[in-house]
Protein backbone atom coordinates (compact mmCIF):
# COMPACT_ATOMS: atom_id res chain seq x y z
CA UNK A 1 0.00 0.00 0.00
CA UNK A 2 1.50 3.46 -1.31
CA UNK A 3 1.46 6.11 1.21
CA UNK A 4 -1.30 8.37 -0.74
CA UNK A 5 -3.13 5.38 -0.84
CA UNK A 6 -3.08 4.79 3.16
CA UNK A 7 -4.62 8.34 3.05
CA UNK A 8 -8.09 6.67 1.53
CA UNK A 9 -7.84 8.17 -1.92
CA UNK A 10 -9.43 5.87 -5.20
CA UNK A 11 -7.67 3.92 -7.46
CA UNK A 12 -8.48 6.85 -10.28
CA UNK A 13 -6.80 9.19 -8.08
CA UNK A 14 -3.90 6.88 -6.89
CA UNK A 15 -3.65 6.10 -11.07
CA UNK A 16 -3.34 10.13 -11.61
CA UNK A 17 -1.16 10.57 -8.40
CA UNK A 18 1.64 7.64 -9.90
CA UNK A 19 1.07 9.74 -13.38
CA UNK A 20 2.62 13.04 -11.31
CA UNK A 21 5.22 11.45 -9.73
CA UNK A 22 4.67 12.05 -6.72
CA UNK A 23 5.73 9.55 -3.69
CA UNK A 24 5.27 11.02 -0.58
CA UNK A 25 2.13 13.49 0.71
CA UNK A 26 2.91 16.57 2.16
CA UNK A 27 2.11 17.34 5.99
CA UNK A 28 -0.64 19.63 5.21
CA UNK A 29 -2.18 16.62 2.85
CA UNK A 30 -1.27 13.57 5.05
CA UNK A 31 -3.65 15.89 7.75
CA UNK A 32 -6.22 17.29 5.80
CA UNK A 33 -7.13 14.21 3.25
CA UNK A 34 -8.02 11.75 5.61
CA UNK A 35 -10.62 14.19 7.59
CA UNK A 36 -12.09 15.64 4.33
CA UNK A 37 -12.59 12.03 2.95
CA UNK A 38 -13.81 10.61 6.13
CA UNK A 39 -16.12 13.16 7.81
CA UNK A 40 -18.36 15.61 6.49
CA UNK A 41 -17.22 18.44 8.13
CA UNK A 42 -15.82 21.76 7.77
CA UNK A 43 -11.68 22.83 8.44
CA UNK A 44 -9.74 25.57 8.36
CA UNK A 45 -6.10 24.44 7.71
CA UNK A 46 -3.13 27.12 8.56
CA UNK A 47 -0.39 26.34 5.81
CA UNK A 48 2.48 28.08 4.22
CA UNK A 49 2.68 28.24 0.64
CA UNK A 50 4.49 25.81 -1.02
CA UNK A 51 3.10 23.05 1.27
CA UNK A 52 0.77 21.13 -1.32
CA UNK A 53 -2.38 22.79 -0.27
CA UNK A 54 -4.07 22.31 -3.79
CA UNK A 55 -3.66 18.52 -3.70
CA UNK A 56 -4.72 18.83 0.46
CA UNK A 57 -8.39 20.37 -0.83
CA UNK A 58 -8.13 18.70 -4.61
CA UNK A 59 -8.14 14.88 -3.98
CA UNK A 60 -10.94 14.86 -1.31
CA UNK A 61 -13.02 17.19 -3.45
CA UNK A 62 -12.85 15.18 -6.98
CA UNK A 63 -12.94 12.17 -4.98
CA UNK A 64 -16.91 13.11 -3.31
CA UNK A 65 -18.14 14.94 -6.44
CA UNK A 66 -20.50 12.83 -8.89
CA UNK A 67 -18.93 12.98 -11.78
CA UNK A 68 -22.50 11.74 -13.40
CA UNK A 69 -24.18 15.00 -12.73
CA UNK A 70 -23.28 18.19 -14.68
CA UNK A 71 -24.72 20.54 -11.69
CA UNK A 72 -21.59 22.63 -10.36
CA UNK A 73 -21.14 20.91 -7.22
CA UNK A 74 -17.63 22.85 -5.85
CA UNK A 75 -16.86 26.23 -5.72
CA UNK A 76 -13.01 27.21 -5.13
CA UNK A 77 -12.40 31.10 -4.63
CA UNK A 78 -8.81 32.32 -5.17
CA UNK A 79 -6.84 35.61 -4.69
CA UNK A 80 -5.69 36.22 -8.24
CA UNK A 81 -5.70 34.91 -12.24
CA UNK A 82 -2.40 33.15 -12.20
CA UNK A 83 -3.45 30.98 -8.98
CA UNK A 84 -6.80 30.35 -10.42
CA UNK A 85 -5.32 28.95 -13.75
CA UNK A 86 -2.98 26.86 -11.63
CA UNK A 87 -5.29 25.06 -9.44
CA UNK A 88 -7.50 24.52 -12.76
CA UNK A 89 -4.74 22.95 -14.38
CA UNK A 90 -3.81 21.14 -11.19
CA UNK A 91 -7.24 19.57 -10.70
CA UNK A 92 -7.49 18.51 -14.25
CA UNK A 93 -4.19 16.29 -13.99
CA UNK A 94 -5.65 15.01 -10.73
CA UNK A 95 -9.03 13.98 -12.21
CA UNK A 96 -7.33 13.12 -15.73
CA UNK A 97 -8.74 8.98 -15.12
CA UNK A 98 -12.58 10.77 -13.35
CA UNK A 99 -14.50 10.19 -16.57
CA UNK A 100 -17.15 13.42 -17.45
CA UNK A 101 -15.38 15.26 -14.70
CA UNK A 102 -14.73 18.96 -15.56
CA UNK A 103 -13.40 21.92 -14.07
CA UNK A 104 -13.46 25.63 -15.50
CA UNK A 105 -11.68 28.76 -14.44
CA UNK A 106 -13.46 32.03 -13.78
CA UNK A 107 -11.69 34.99 -13.56
CA UNK A 108 -11.17 38.15 -14.91
CA UNK A 109 -9.28 39.17 -18.61
CA UNK A 110 -10.61 36.93 -20.75
CA UNK A 111 -13.86 36.38 -22.47
CA UNK A 112 -17.07 36.24 -19.45
CA UNK A 113 -19.36 34.95 -22.78
CA UNK A 114 -16.69 32.07 -23.34
CA UNK A 115 -16.10 31.08 -19.69
CA UNK A 116 -19.92 31.13 -19.11
CA UNK A 117 -20.69 28.97 -21.99
CA UNK A 118 -17.59 26.44 -20.53
CA UNK A 119 -19.96 26.39 -17.36
CA UNK A 120 -23.43 25.72 -19.35
CA UNK A 121 -21.19 22.89 -20.74
CA UNK A 122 -21.23 20.88 -17.52
CA UNK A 123 -18.47 21.92 -14.76
CA UNK A 124 -18.69 19.91 -11.50
CA UNK A 125 -15.95 21.91 -9.99
CA UNK A 126 -15.49 26.34 -10.75
CA UNK A 127 -12.34 27.90 -9.62
CA UNK A 128 -12.77 31.59 -9.82
CA UNK A 129 -11.47 34.91 -8.80
CA UNK A 130 -14.20 36.75 -6.57
CA UNK A 131 -14.36 39.66 -8.72
CA UNK A 132 -15.24 38.01 -11.97
CA UNK A 133 -17.71 35.34 -9.77
CA UNK A 134 -19.78 37.94 -8.10
CA UNK A 135 -19.77 39.69 -11.90
CA UNK A 136 -21.26 36.45 -13.04
CA UNK A 137 -23.43 35.84 -10.23
CA UNK A 138 -25.16 38.99 -11.07
CA UNK A 139 -25.04 38.20 -14.64
CA UNK A 140 -26.63 35.01 -13.83
CA UNK A 141 -24.12 33.40 -15.44
CA UNK A 142 -23.57 30.63 -13.54
CA UNK A 143 -25.36 29.08 -10.71
CA UNK A 144 -23.72 27.83 -6.74
CA UNK A 145 -26.87 27.76 -5.01
CA UNK A 146 -26.25 23.97 -5.23
CA UNK A 147 -22.65 23.23 -4.72
CA UNK A 148 -21.59 20.85 -1.83
CA UNK A 149 -18.50 22.19 -0.78
CA UNK A 150 -16.62 25.85 -0.87
CA UNK A 151 -12.87 26.56 -0.81
CA UNK A 152 -11.66 29.79 0.59
CA UNK A 153 -8.07 29.09 -0.54
CA UNK A 154 -5.00 31.68 0.32
CA UNK A 155 -7.50 33.19 2.67
CA UNK A 156 -5.60 35.99 4.16
CA UNK A 157 -4.29 36.96 0.60
CA UNK A 158 -7.92 37.26 -0.20
CA UNK A 159 -8.99 39.69 2.41
CA UNK A 160 -6.02 41.57 2.13
CA UNK A 161 -6.67 42.35 -1.21
CA UNK A 162 -9.89 44.02 -0.39
CA UNK A 163 -12.01 40.98 -1.15
CA UNK A 164 -14.31 40.64 1.94
CA UNK A 165 -17.40 41.98 0.74
CA UNK A 166 -17.21 40.08 -2.43
CA UNK A 167 -16.87 37.27 -0.63
CA UNK A 168 -19.66 37.38 1.82
CA UNK A 169 -21.80 38.47 -1.28
CA UNK A 170 -20.98 35.20 -3.37
CA UNK A 171 -21.08 32.86 -0.04
CA UNK A 172 -24.46 33.88 0.31
CA UNK A 173 -25.60 32.66 -2.53
CA UNK A 174 -24.42 29.23 -1.51
CA UNK A 175 -26.79 27.13 0.35
CA UNK A 176 -25.95 26.76 3.93
CA UNK A 177 -25.93 23.12 4.31
CA UNK A 178 -22.44 23.08 1.85
CA UNK A 179 -18.80 22.19 3.89
CA UNK A 180 -16.24 24.84 3.76
CA UNK A 181 -12.89 24.26 3.65
CA UNK A 182 -10.66 27.38 4.35
CA UNK A 183 -6.87 27.18 3.65
CA UNK A 184 -4.75 30.42 4.73
CA UNK A 185 -1.03 30.93 5.27
CA UNK A 186 -1.92 33.66 8.91
CA UNK A 187 -4.60 33.94 10.78
CA UNK A 188 -5.82 37.11 11.03
CA UNK A 189 -8.78 38.62 12.56
CA UNK A 190 -10.43 39.04 9.49
CA UNK A 191 -9.94 35.28 8.60
CA UNK A 192 -11.22 34.55 12.18
CA UNK A 193 -14.49 36.50 10.71
CA UNK A 194 -14.80 34.60 7.88
CA UNK A 195 -14.55 31.66 9.68
CA UNK A 196 -17.08 32.09 12.34
CA UNK A 197 -19.60 33.55 10.07
CA UNK A 198 -19.47 30.94 7.53
CA UNK A 199 -18.41 27.81 9.21
CA UNK A 200 -19.76 25.55 11.63
CA UNK A 201 -17.24 24.13 14.08
CA UNK A 202 -14.77 23.11 11.58
CA UNK A 203 -11.52 21.08 12.33
CA UNK A 204 -8.67 23.02 12.58
CA UNK A 205 -5.43 21.74 11.10
CA UNK A 206 -2.19 23.73 11.95
CA UNK A 207 1.10 22.69 9.87
CA UNK A 208 4.02 24.16 11.66
CA UNK A 209 3.18 26.63 14.27
CA UNK A 210 0.13 29.23 13.83
CA UNK A 211 1.16 31.77 12.03
CA UNK A 212 4.95 31.42 11.95
CA UNK A 213 7.12 31.35 8.96
CA UNK A 214 8.23 28.40 6.68
CA UNK A 215 11.88 26.70 8.86
CA UNK A 216 13.11 26.48 5.48
CA UNK A 217 13.54 30.42 5.04
CA UNK A 218 16.75 31.97 6.44
CA UNK A 219 15.89 35.88 7.36
CA UNK A 220 18.80 38.39 7.38
CA UNK A 221 18.65 42.10 7.79
CA UNK A 222 21.31 44.60 6.44
CA UNK A 223 21.19 47.96 7.77
CA UNK A 224 22.26 51.08 5.57
CA UNK A 225 21.97 54.74 4.70
CA UNK A 226 18.48 55.99 3.20
CA UNK A 227 20.63 57.12 0.24
CA UNK A 228 22.53 53.99 -0.56
CA UNK A 229 19.02 51.57 -0.44
CA UNK A 230 19.41 51.12 -4.26
CA UNK A 231 23.50 50.27 -3.80
CA UNK A 232 22.52 47.99 -1.27
CA UNK A 233 20.41 45.77 -3.55
CA UNK A 234 22.88 45.99 -6.22
CA UNK A 235 25.63 44.46 -4.12
CA UNK A 236 23.11 41.64 -2.61
CA UNK A 237 22.47 40.16 -6.35
CA UNK A 238 26.35 40.42 -7.31
CA UNK A 239 27.09 38.71 -4.10
CA UNK A 240 24.90 36.00 -5.44
CA UNK A 241 25.77 35.49 -9.23
CA UNK A 242 22.88 33.13 -9.76
CA UNK A 243 20.12 34.81 -8.03
CA UNK A 244 16.79 33.79 -9.00
CA UNK A 245 14.20 36.35 -6.86
CA UNK A 246 11.17 38.61 -6.04
CA UNK A 247 12.29 42.18 -4.63
CA UNK A 248 9.35 44.10 -3.34
CA UNK A 249 8.91 47.47 -3.25
CA UNK A 250 5.81 49.35 -0.99
CA UNK A 251 3.97 51.31 -4.39
CA UNK A 252 4.15 51.40 -7.82
CA UNK A 253 5.64 53.68 -8.82
CA UNK A 254 9.00 52.88 -6.68
CA UNK A 255 8.54 49.43 -7.92
CA UNK A 256 8.94 50.54 -11.93
CA UNK A 257 11.55 52.71 -10.78
CA UNK A 258 13.60 50.31 -9.31
CA UNK A 259 12.89 47.71 -12.24
CA UNK A 260 13.89 50.39 -14.57
CA UNK A 261 17.02 51.58 -12.85
CA UNK A 262 18.15 47.72 -12.70
CA UNK A 263 17.65 47.08 -16.64
CA UNK A 264 19.51 50.29 -17.21
CA UNK A 265 22.04 48.64 -15.14
CA UNK A 266 22.37 45.64 -16.90
CA UNK A 267 20.11 43.22 -14.75
CA UNK A 268 17.85 40.88 -16.10
CA UNK A 269 14.75 42.57 -14.27
CA UNK A 270 11.25 43.15 -14.83
CA UNK A 271 8.41 45.12 -13.05
CA UNK A 272 5.03 43.74 -11.69
CA UNK A 273 2.38 45.90 -10.56
CA UNK A 274 -1.32 47.02 -10.87
CA UNK A 275 -0.80 49.65 -13.56
CA UNK A 276 0.08 46.34 -16.07
CA UNK A 277 -2.42 45.86 -18.56
CA UNK A 278 -2.92 41.76 -18.53
CA UNK A 279 -1.26 41.29 -21.47
CA UNK A 280 1.86 42.89 -20.03
CA UNK A 281 1.91 41.27 -17.09
CA UNK A 282 1.89 37.99 -18.64
CA UNK A 283 4.94 38.41 -20.92
CA UNK A 284 6.74 39.26 -17.23
CA UNK A 285 4.78 36.38 -15.27
CA UNK A 286 6.29 33.77 -18.58
CA UNK A 287 9.77 35.60 -18.85
CA UNK A 288 9.86 35.06 -15.08
CA UNK A 289 8.73 31.48 -15.28
CA UNK A 290 11.49 30.91 -17.94
CA UNK A 291 14.17 32.77 -15.53
CA UNK A 292 14.96 35.25 -18.51
CA UNK A 293 14.08 37.26 -16.16
CA UNK A 294 16.75 36.78 -12.80
CA UNK A 295 15.21 40.00 -10.66
CA UNK A 296 11.49 40.48 -10.30
CA UNK A 297 10.24 43.55 -9.00
CA UNK A 298 6.95 43.45 -7.46
CA UNK A 299 4.27 45.28 -5.24
CA UNK A 300 2.62 42.50 -2.99
CA UNK A 301 -0.99 42.67 -4.42
CA UNK A 302 0.58 42.45 -7.57
CA UNK A 303 2.62 39.17 -6.33
CA UNK A 304 -0.74 37.46 -5.26
CA UNK A 305 -0.45 33.95 -6.57
CA UNK A 306 2.98 33.75 -7.63
CA UNK A 307 3.98 29.73 -7.36
CA UNK A 308 7.30 29.29 -8.76
CA UNK A 309 9.10 26.84 -6.72
CA UNK A 310 12.84 27.44 -7.72
CA UNK A 311 12.94 31.53 -6.13
CA UNK A 312 16.21 32.11 -4.61
CA UNK A 313 15.65 35.16 -2.35
CA UNK A 314 13.04 37.27 -1.52
CA UNK A 315 14.57 40.82 -1.23
CA UNK A 316 12.52 43.16 0.78
CA UNK A 317 13.99 46.38 -0.75
CA UNK A 318 11.50 47.93 1.76
CA UNK A 319 9.40 46.62 4.48
CA UNK A 320 5.90 46.33 4.11
CA UNK A 321 3.24 47.60 6.93
CA UNK A 322 1.63 44.79 8.03
CA UNK A 323 3.67 41.71 9.58
CA UNK A 324 1.33 39.25 7.91
CA UNK A 325 2.46 40.58 4.41
CA UNK A 326 6.26 39.77 4.99
CA UNK A 327 5.12 36.33 6.06
CA UNK A 328 3.89 36.19 2.26
CA UNK A 329 6.69 37.87 0.83
CA UNK A 330 9.06 35.53 2.56
CA UNK A 331 6.85 32.49 1.58
CA UNK A 332 7.75 32.93 -1.89
CA UNK A 333 11.06 31.32 -1.16
CA UNK A 334 12.09 28.17 0.39
CA UNK A 335 8.92 26.40 -1.51
CA UNK A 336 8.96 22.72 -1.99
CA UNK A 337 10.69 21.26 0.70
CA UNK A 338 13.57 23.72 -0.88
CA UNK A 339 16.16 26.83 1.15
CA UNK A 340 15.48 29.83 1.03
CA UNK A 341 16.97 33.59 2.16
CA UNK A 342 14.34 36.21 2.59
CA UNK A 343 16.64 39.62 3.34
CA UNK A 344 15.49 42.92 4.41
CA UNK A 345 17.14 46.42 3.58
CA UNK A 346 16.31 48.67 6.77
CA UNK A 347 17.54 51.54 7.95
CA UNK A 348 18.47 52.01 11.79
CA UNK A 349 15.16 53.69 12.17
CA UNK A 350 13.41 50.65 10.91
CA UNK A 351 15.39 48.16 13.50
CA UNK A 352 12.05 48.19 15.78
CA UNK A 353 10.40 46.32 13.23
CA UNK A 354 12.53 43.29 12.29
CA UNK A 355 12.06 42.65 16.14
CA UNK A 356 7.98 42.91 15.73
CA UNK A 357 8.38 40.54 12.93
CA UNK A 358 10.15 37.98 15.00
CA UNK A 359 7.99 37.90 17.30
CA UNK A 360 5.39 36.76 14.95
CA UNK A 361 6.80 34.55 12.78
CA UNK A 362 8.67 33.06 15.12
CA UNK A 363 12.17 32.90 14.13
CA UNK A 364 15.20 35.25 14.53
CA UNK A 365 16.89 37.54 12.02
CA UNK A 366 20.65 37.28 10.98
CA UNK A 367 22.46 40.67 11.18
CA UNK A 368 24.50 40.61 8.29
CA UNK A 369 26.71 43.17 6.14
CA UNK A 370 26.38 44.57 2.98
CA UNK A 371 29.15 43.00 1.31
CA UNK A 372 32.42 44.88 0.19
CA UNK A 373 33.91 45.24 -3.64
CA UNK A 374 36.15 43.34 -3.12
CA UNK A 375 34.50 40.53 -1.06
CA UNK A 376 31.99 40.71 -4.49
CA UNK A 377 35.19 40.56 -6.75
CA UNK A 378 36.33 37.43 -5.01
CA UNK A 379 33.17 35.74 -5.44
CA UNK A 380 32.79 36.77 -8.64
CA UNK A 381 36.16 35.42 -9.75
CA UNK A 382 35.53 31.86 -8.31
CA UNK A 383 32.37 31.80 -9.90
CA UNK A 384 33.68 32.76 -13.63
CA UNK A 385 36.43 30.38 -12.92
CA UNK A 386 33.27 27.24 -12.24
CA UNK A 387 31.72 28.55 -15.37
CA UNK A 388 34.81 27.75 -17.69
CA UNK A 389 35.88 24.74 -15.89
CA UNK A 390 31.80 23.84 -16.88
CA UNK A 391 31.60 25.09 -20.46
CA UNK A 392 31.36 22.63 -23.17
CA UNK A 393 33.92 22.64 -26.09
CA UNK A 394 32.08 23.86 -29.33
CA UNK A 395 33.47 21.40 -31.61
CA UNK A 396 33.45 23.86 -34.38
CA UNK A 397 36.48 25.30 -32.37
CA UNK A 398 38.62 22.58 -33.58
CA UNK A 399 38.76 24.04 -37.08
CA UNK A 400 40.48 27.57 -35.54
CA UNK A 401 42.95 26.07 -33.00
CA UNK A 402 45.73 26.10 -35.78
CA UNK A 403 45.61 30.15 -35.71
CA UNK A 404 44.94 30.30 -32.45
CA UNK A 405 47.44 28.32 -31.21
CA UNK A 406 49.76 30.86 -33.42
CA UNK A 407 48.50 33.88 -31.89
CA UNK A 408 48.96 32.67 -28.49
CA UNK A 409 52.31 31.13 -29.06
CA UNK A 410 54.52 31.66 -25.97
CA UNK A 411 52.34 31.91 -23.23
CA UNK A 412 52.85 29.77 -20.65
CA UNK A 413 49.69 27.83 -19.17
CA UNK A 414 49.82 30.23 -15.91
CA UNK A 415 50.01 33.35 -17.95
CA UNK A 416 47.19 31.84 -20.19
CA UNK A 417 44.74 31.40 -17.20
CA UNK A 418 45.35 35.06 -16.10
CA UNK A 419 44.60 36.46 -19.40
CA UNK A 420 41.67 34.59 -19.51
CA UNK A 421 40.20 35.86 -16.49
CA UNK A 422 41.49 39.21 -16.67
CA UNK A 423 39.36 39.53 -19.67
CA UNK A 424 36.33 40.04 -17.81
CA UNK A 425 37.21 40.33 -14.39
CA UNK A 426 39.36 43.26 -14.63
CA UNK A 427 36.35 45.26 -15.32
CA UNK A 428 34.72 44.36 -12.27
CA UNK A 429 37.48 44.72 -10.11
CA UNK A 430 38.18 48.79 -11.89
CA UNK A 431 34.65 49.87 -10.77
CA UNK A 432 34.52 47.67 -7.27
CA UNK A 433 37.96 48.89 -6.29
CA UNK A 434 37.63 52.32 -4.92
CA UNK A 435 33.79 52.16 -3.90
CA UNK A 436 32.58 52.93 -0.61
CA UNK A 437 31.51 50.49 2.41
CA UNK A 438 27.36 50.77 2.22
CA UNK A 439 26.86 49.32 6.21
CA UNK A 440 25.80 51.83 8.30
CA UNK A 441 27.95 52.54 11.78
CA UNK A 442 25.40 51.08 13.65
CA UNK A 443 24.96 48.14 11.43
CA UNK A 444 23.44 45.08 13.40
CA UNK A 445 23.24 47.10 16.71
CA UNK A 446 19.82 46.46 16.53
CA UNK A 447 18.99 48.25 19.95
CA UNK A 448 16.47 46.72 22.55
CA UNK A 449 17.02 42.83 21.23
CA UNK A 450 18.53 40.16 23.16
CA UNK A 451 20.05 38.27 20.24
CA UNK A 452 23.41 37.17 20.77
CA UNK A 453 26.14 37.95 17.36
CA UNK A 454 28.76 36.69 17.00
CA UNK A 455 32.07 39.64 16.72
CA UNK A 456 33.13 39.65 13.59
CA UNK A 457 36.79 40.34 14.27
CA UNK A 458 36.83 36.86 15.65
CA UNK A 459 35.56 35.01 12.97
CA UNK A 460 37.21 33.53 9.86
CA UNK A 461 36.39 32.43 6.43
CA UNK A 462 36.76 29.91 4.79
CA UNK A 463 36.00 28.94 0.77
CA UNK A 464 34.99 25.10 0.39
CA UNK A 465 34.96 23.33 -3.05
CA UNK A 466 31.42 22.12 -2.91
CA UNK A 467 28.06 23.89 -3.84
CA UNK A 468 24.65 23.46 -5.36
CA UNK A 469 25.99 21.25 -8.64
CA UNK A 470 26.78 18.90 -5.34
CA UNK A 471 23.55 18.65 -3.93
CA UNK A 472 24.56 21.44 -1.04
CA UNK A 473 22.53 24.28 0.02
CA UNK A 474 22.94 26.35 2.98
CA UNK A 475 21.36 23.88 5.81
CA UNK A 476 22.74 20.86 4.44
CA UNK A 477 26.73 22.55 3.88
CA UNK A 478 26.02 23.28 7.35
CA UNK A 479 25.22 20.06 8.53
CA UNK A 480 27.89 18.52 6.88
CA UNK A 481 30.53 20.64 7.92
CA UNK A 482 29.65 20.14 11.64
CA UNK A 483 28.94 16.34 11.09
CA UNK A 484 32.48 15.90 10.13
CA UNK A 485 34.31 18.39 12.19
CA UNK A 486 31.95 17.00 15.27
CA UNK A 487 30.85 20.88 15.66
CA UNK A 488 27.85 22.40 17.74
CA UNK A 489 25.22 24.02 15.48
CA UNK A 490 26.49 27.62 16.24
CA UNK A 491 29.77 26.82 15.73
CA UNK A 492 29.33 26.66 12.25
CA UNK A 493 27.62 30.10 10.45
CA UNK A 494 27.28 32.74 7.65
CA UNK A 495 27.41 29.85 5.17
CA UNK A 496 27.29 30.70 1.55
CA UNK A 497 26.38 28.08 -0.98
CA UNK A 498 27.24 29.23 -4.83
CA UNK A 499 26.98 26.57 -7.77
CA UNK A 500 30.43 25.17 -7.31
CA UNK A 501 31.67 26.61 -4.59
CA UNK A 502 30.59 27.69 -1.14
CA UNK A 503 32.03 30.26 2.10
CA UNK A 504 31.18 29.76 5.21
CA UNK A 505 32.92 30.80 8.84
CA UNK A 506 33.80 29.58 12.44
CA UNK A 507 35.22 31.41 15.18
CA UNK A 508 39.39 31.75 14.87
CA UNK A 509 40.32 29.22 17.41
CA UNK A 510 38.98 26.25 15.17
CA UNK A 511 41.08 27.22 12.37
CA UNK A 512 43.46 24.65 12.92
CA UNK A 513 41.18 21.56 13.47
CA UNK A 514 39.14 22.69 9.84
CA UNK A 515 42.58 23.24 7.98
CA UNK A 516 43.80 20.10 9.52
CA UNK A 517 40.58 17.97 9.16
CA UNK A 518 40.31 18.75 4.91
CA UNK A 519 43.82 17.80 4.23
CA UNK A 520 43.87 14.74 1.76
CA UNK A 521 39.99 14.65 2.59
CA UNK A 522 38.06 12.87 0.34
CA UNK A 523 33.93 12.01 -0.36
CA UNK A 524 33.18 9.69 -2.79
CA UNK A 525 36.33 9.40 -3.94
CA UNK A 526 36.91 13.26 -4.73
CA UNK A 527 39.16 15.44 -2.20
CA UNK A 528 37.35 18.47 -0.54
CA UNK A 529 39.55 21.26 -0.20
CA UNK A 530 38.99 24.35 2.34
CA UNK A 531 41.13 27.47 2.15
CA UNK A 532 41.30 30.88 4.44
CA UNK A 533 39.28 32.90 2.14
CA UNK A 534 41.39 35.68 1.16
CA UNK A 535 38.61 38.64 1.77
CA UNK A 536 36.52 37.51 4.75
CA UNK A 537 32.99 38.46 5.20
CA UNK A 538 31.52 39.09 8.78
CA UNK A 539 28.04 38.54 9.28
CA UNK A 540 25.50 37.16 12.44
CA UNK A 541 26.02 33.97 13.96
CA UNK A 542 24.39 31.90 12.30
CA UNK A 543 24.22 33.55 9.20
CA UNK A 544 23.78 31.17 5.72
CA UNK A 545 22.63 32.52 2.06
CA UNK A 546 22.29 30.60 -0.95
CA UNK A 547 21.44 31.30 -4.62
CA UNK A 548 21.02 29.68 -7.48
CA UNK A 549 20.12 30.06 -11.18
CA UNK A 550 21.04 32.54 -13.98
CA UNK A 551 23.04 35.66 -14.12
CA UNK A 552 20.96 38.82 -14.18
CA UNK A 553 25.15 40.59 -14.60
CA UNK A 554 26.93 42.83 -13.01
CA UNK A 555 26.17 46.15 -10.83
CA UNK A 556 28.01 48.32 -8.78
CA UNK A 557 26.59 51.38 -6.79
CA UNK A 558 25.23 54.86 -7.78
CA UNK A 559 25.86 54.57 -11.95
CA UNK A 560 25.55 52.28 -14.51
CA UNK A 561 28.47 49.96 -14.74
CA UNK A 562 27.78 48.67 -18.77
CA UNK A 563 30.14 47.19 -21.38
CA UNK A 564 28.10 48.85 -23.79
CA UNK A 565 26.22 47.36 -27.23
CA UNK A 566 29.28 45.10 -27.83
CA UNK A 567 28.53 42.60 -25.31
CA UNK A 568 25.77 43.76 -23.11
CA UNK A 569 25.26 41.54 -20.95
CA UNK A 570 21.79 40.71 -19.93
CA UNK A 571 20.24 42.96 -22.64
CA UNK A 572 18.06 41.58 -25.63
CA UNK A 573 20.45 39.83 -28.41
CA UNK A 574 23.26 40.16 -25.57
CA UNK A 575 25.44 37.39 -24.80
CA UNK A 576 23.53 34.44 -22.14
CA UNK A 577 25.21 34.70 -19.20
CA UNK A 578 25.02 32.47 -15.62
CA UNK A 579 27.16 35.18 -14.07
CA UNK A 580 28.24 38.44 -14.30
CA UNK A 581 30.75 37.96 -16.18
Not at 10 to 34: C, H, M, N, R, W
Not at 149 to 166: P, Q, S, T
Not at 505 to 525: H, M, R
Not at 572 to 581: D, H, P, T, V, Y
Request: charged share 30%; glycine share 8%.
Amino acid sequence: MTKFEALGLDKPLLDAISDLGFETPSEVQEKSIPVLLQDDTDLVALAQTGTGKTAAFGFPMIQKIHAESRTTQGLILSPTRELCLQITNELKLYSKYVKGLNTVAIYGGASITEQARQIKRGAQIVVATPGRMKDMIGRGMVDISKIDYCVLDEADEMLNMGFYEDIKDILSNTPKEKFTWLFSATMPKEVALIAKKFMHNPVEITVGTKNAGATTVQHEYYVVGGRDRYSALKRLADANPDIFSVVFCRTKRDTQKVAEKLIEDGYNAGALHGDLSQNQRDMVMNAFRKKQVQMLVATDVAARGIDVDDITHVINYQLPDEIETYTHRSGRTGRAGKSGISMVIVTRSELRKIKAIEKKIQQNFISKKIPSGMEICEIQLYHLASKIKQTEVNPEIDNYLPAINDVLDGIDRDELIKKIISVEFSQFYNYYNKTKDLNSEEEGSKKGMDHEQMPSDGSVRYFINVGERDGYDWMSLKDFLRETLGLEKEDVFNVDTKDSFSFFNTDAQLTGLILETFTDFKVDGRFINVEVSKKPVSGGKGGRKRERNRGHRKGGDNKSFKKGKKGGFGKKGGKKRSGFF
